[in-house]
């Protein structure tokens, strides 16, 4: 079979899915010289096999609002692979998960957790809720509604769900809570955890940690470092800020945060007081930057995005599709050297192109936004062991995780010319432990 035959059977078994087929295209394509030159890989259909998630449950979640009203959203927890390990993903509550979305976040999933060198299968779920404009009770409502159903699906050792859009610390105690409720029963069922009931320290910062770790891996390969770069970032979420806290540590300084509303440039850097200011605006429900804006006298830019400031770094921390081929043309053009993607997916594939032909420097998400899903790993292992580890130790063990995946990315990433290719560095060492595990396994 040749990759556009490969291509043209999984778009005609997976229609209507395109975030899905988006993300098989950038894995598989990357990845097929190295496939079909392992007859064991072939013979076993391993690549079939890879993209066919190993279960998926869908299922209603009513609830009741403060006015009494009933509603219905959909629920969905994707199981795509456990070939290394069992199930591992987040849970996004946004108006925009569907099926294709959440498939594609679990295939992602799959490779970006056999590259953090631990022991962790792929998944993801969530569903179609709108946190915004809701209640303390109504979010606490919701959250039960959604666990009343998953808690026959989830399990200490088959699938351990986490936050990622509209579920941090205080949804993922929602969940914990009924689980724990209905099994009887306290594990570490879910990652993200708040610090007095099992979770680890450093997890609320570890995406963003990770991103900035993984970004000073890059520059630190080109005999540079995040010192005195100027940052561009999206999104004003759990990501970003831990990124925006990173680079201020590491004497980088952030002038950018964007939102649904568009985005804010702050000329002196998003530091100290602002960064704590981002976390209220994260918990307030409201869907907007502007008031960061109003509250530090900056410039607020509407209906924008932030790829129009001169930078040298970009973090798209928000979503997928955030950044297109235009925005591209304006950050090579103003003389960006690095693009992070903290988001999962958020360059569309003609941006990804145009960088990397000009040699930018782009680390895709599965690599760069690892340390959270690493950090959860980290938190199941303390879990394991009933033990909680210090700060400093779980931090030296992200930065560890984030040196191993970039060295990942270098042995299969580095090609006849100096330019590193991330895309399919991390690609293919993803894929290659997996592949192998599933072919130790027989055909299952
Ligand atoms: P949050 O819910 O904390 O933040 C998401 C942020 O993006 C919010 O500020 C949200 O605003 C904003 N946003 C949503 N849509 C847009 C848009 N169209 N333009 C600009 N901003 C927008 O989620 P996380 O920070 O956890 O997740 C962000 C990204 O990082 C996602 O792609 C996620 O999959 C990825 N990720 C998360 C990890 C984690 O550990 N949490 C780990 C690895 C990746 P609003 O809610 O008001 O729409
Ligand atoms: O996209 C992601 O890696 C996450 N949302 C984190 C998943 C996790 O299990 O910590």
Not at 26 to 42: A, F, K
Not at 222 to 234: C, D, L, R, W, Y
Not at 353 to 372: R, T
Not at 420 to 444: E, R
């Amino acid at each position: 079979m040749t990759f556009n035959e490969f291509m043209n059977k999984v778009a005609s078994k997976n229609q209507g899915e395109p975030e899905f087929l988006q993300a098989v295209k950038e894995v598989v394509e990357t990845i097929w010289d190295v496939y079909v030159s392992d007859p064991r890989l072939v013979k076993a259909n391993i690549m079939e096999r890879i993209v066919e998630p190993e279960r998926v449950v869908i299922f209603r979640v009513p609830w009741v609002d403060d006015r009494g009203d009933v509603h219905v959203n959909r629920g969905y927890r994707v199981q795509f692979n456990s070939a290394i390990g069992p199930y591992k993903g987040g849970c996004r509550f946004h108006p925009s998960v569907n099926l294709s979305s959440l498939k594609f976040l679990g295939f992602e999933q799959i490779f970006k957790n056999s590259l953090t060198t631990l022991p962790m299968g792929g998944g993801k779920g969530g569903a179609d809720f709108d946190s915004k404009g809701k209640s303390e009770q109504e979010m606490m409502r919701f959250c039960q509604a959604f666990m009343a159903e998953l808690y026959r699906h989830i399990g200490p050792n088959l699938d351990i769900p986490a936050g990622d859009i509209g579920v941090s610390g205080r949804e993922v105690g929602f969940m914990f809570g009924m689980y724990k409720k209905l099994k009887n029963e306290f594990t570490g069922v879910f990652t993200g955890k708040g610090q007095h009931w099992g979770g680890s320290l450093i997890r609320p910062e570890a995406t963003g940690f990770g991103v900035v770790y993984f970004a000073q891996e890059m520059l630190k390969n080109i005999g540079e470092s995040v010192e005195g770069k100027k940052v561009a970032i999206s999104g004003f979420g759990n990501v970003s800020w831990g990124a925006c806290q990173k680079i201020n540590e590491l004497g980088g300084k952030v002038v950018t945060l964007s939102g649904p509303d568009g985005y804010i440039y702050d000329k002196d850097g998003v530091s100290g007081e602002k960064i704590g200011y981002m976390v209220e605006m994260r918990a307030s429900n409201n869907d907007r930057v502007q008031d960061y804006a109003e509250k530090f006298k900056c410039e607020f830019f509407p209906g924008k995005r932030p790829w129009e400031v001169p930078v040298d770094i970009a973090m798209p921390c928000a979503i997928q599709n955030e950044l297109n081929l235009d925005d591209a043309k304006n950050l090579v053009n103003n003389g960006i050297k690095v693009l992070a993607e903290g988001a999962n997916m958020p360059c569309t594939p003609e941006a990804i192109h145009f960088l990397q032909k000009n040699n930018i420097l782009f680390a895709p998400g599965k690599a760069a936004n690892a340390g959270g899903v690493a950090t959860s790993g980290l938190e199941m292992t303390q879990n394991s062991m009933r033990l909680k580890w210090s700060r400093e130790e779980v931090d030296e063990k992200l930065q560890t995780i984030m040196r191993a995946i970039h060295d990942q990315c270098l042995q299969y990433g580095r090609f006849q010319s100096d330019f590193i290719d991330y895309i399919k560095g991390a690609n293919i060492a993803g894929f290659l432990k997996v592949a192998n595990a599933m072919l130790d396994h027989g055909v299952v």
